[in-house]
């Protein structure tokens, strides 16, 4: 059965870094977009970064500007999301997400997704 399980997250201060990651299992996601989205209380899914199989293909929502960084390995079936410069509002729980369809951002698009790794960032 395939899976997408989240680490990394935690409680950091803001101005502070947090790294997630996510392992893949039960199928070859190497093969396949994967990203992150992620969850506020009280707010919808947000699109935050997607990285195509190759690598060569990333993109990002608007609020990260410049802070995140996705990456992937492919041998490890993994993909991560380091993200410096936090701040209280990137306070959220955070998706793992694979195999999406369409524009790539919209959480409908996605087939995949992980049980969620909670964030949060004080002020």
């Known amino acids: 059965q395939a899976q997408l399980v989240e680490s990394g997250g935690g409680l950091v201060q803001a101005g502070g870094s947090l790294r997630l990651s996510c392992a893949a299992s039960?199928?070859?996601?190497?093969?396949?977009?994967m990203g992150w989205f992620r969850q506020a209380p009280g707010k919808e899914r947000e699109f935050v970064a997607v990285?195509?199989?190759?690598?060569?293909?990333?993109f990002y929502a608007d609020f990260v500007q410049g802070r995140f960084t996705i990456s992937r390995d492919n041998a490890k079936n993994t993909v991560d999301l380091q993200m410096d410069s936090l701040k209280p509002e990137d306070t959220a729980v955070y998706y793992c997400?694979?195999?999406?369809?369409?524009?790539?951002?919209?959480?409908?698009?996605?087939?995949?997704w992980g049980q969620g790794t909670q964030v949060t960032v004080s002020s």
């Open positions: 997400v694979a195999d999406p369809e369409g524009s790539w951002r919209e959480a409908a698009d996605y087939s995949f």
């Open positions: 039960g199928r070859i996601f190497s093969s396949l977009p």
């Open positions: 990285i195509s199989w190759t690598g060569g293909t990333i």
